[in-house]
């Protein structure tokens, strides 16, 4: 059974930085891997994905602010946040993307608030 195991979580203030990790327990180099997002009753979102040919899309809610990178040396998925605002406030995951097939990990709480 693959494991994902989100870290780098925490309480940011607003326009602050974090950097997330995820490590996978297999090789990652033949998959779209994606981080998703989900806040309180909300559903949860692709915010961004990086393919096998590191080209990477964002949603238009974390473009320009948010950059995904990818060591498949290592398994393991990054999601730097910058200039994070109140409405990143949500559990951090890692899977595939843009369709999960790995069963998902725990997650990682980011908190922005002053």
């Known amino acids: 059974q693959v494991q994902l195991v989100e870290s780098g979580g925490g309480l940011v203030q607003p326009g602050g930085s974090l950097r997330l990790s995820c490590a996978v327990s297999?090789?990652?180099?033949?998959?779209?891997m994606g981080w998703y997002r989900q806040a309180p009753g909300k559903q949860r979102e692709l915010v961004a994905r990086?393919?096998?040919?590191?080209?990477?899309n964002y949603a238009a809610s974390v473009k320009g602010r948010f950059t995904i990178s990818r060591d498949d040396d290592a398994n393991t998925v990054y999601l730097q946040m910058n200039s994070v605002k109140p409405e990143d406030t949500a559990v951090y995951y890692c899977?595939?993307?843009?369709?999960?097939?790995?069963?998902w990990g725990q997650g990682t709480q980011v908190t922005v608030s002053s």
């Open positions: 297999r090789s990652i180099s033949s998959y779209t």
């Open positions: 899977n595939t993307a843009p369709a999960s097939v790995f069963d």
């Open positions: 990086t393919t096998t040919s590191r080209i990477s």
